[in-house]
């Protein structure tokens, strides 16, 4: 946080570090961890964004990206959620509207191609 801060970033990008062979880690626990980061960030001045991603063995549906901000009873809690893994977690663009512009700040774009498939891509 201290280099986002030295180049006036606002925000980092909290992925679920260490979760990617861990296929029981506790969506609570996920939380407890994201809560204890956002805690950091209030003394930095900068917010950590839950960062779905899909090649995980956590986080990989949005809603579970969703549970773990909400899990974390922190109100600067919010989501990062980019077109890729939205794509590979197999969760679309539907529930979006369910987030409001304080739960999702940012959204990043980028591309993929159509072959391969969803299930195959990396």
Known sequence: MDLVQQIGGRRIAAPPAGATDV????????????????????????????????????????????????????????????VYHLHKGGSGFAGLHLLGADALQVFHMNDYPADPPRERIQ
């Open 23 to 82: 296929a029981d880690l506790s969506l609570a626990r996920a939380a407890e961890r994201y809560r204890a980061l956002l805690e950091v960030g209030e003394r930095n001045r900068r917010r950590a964004a839950v960062r779905g991603v899909g090649l995980f063995a956590l986080a990989e549906p949005a809603g579970e990206c969703a549970q773990v901000a909400l899990e974390s009873g922190h109100p600067q809690a919010c989501i990062l959620a980019d």
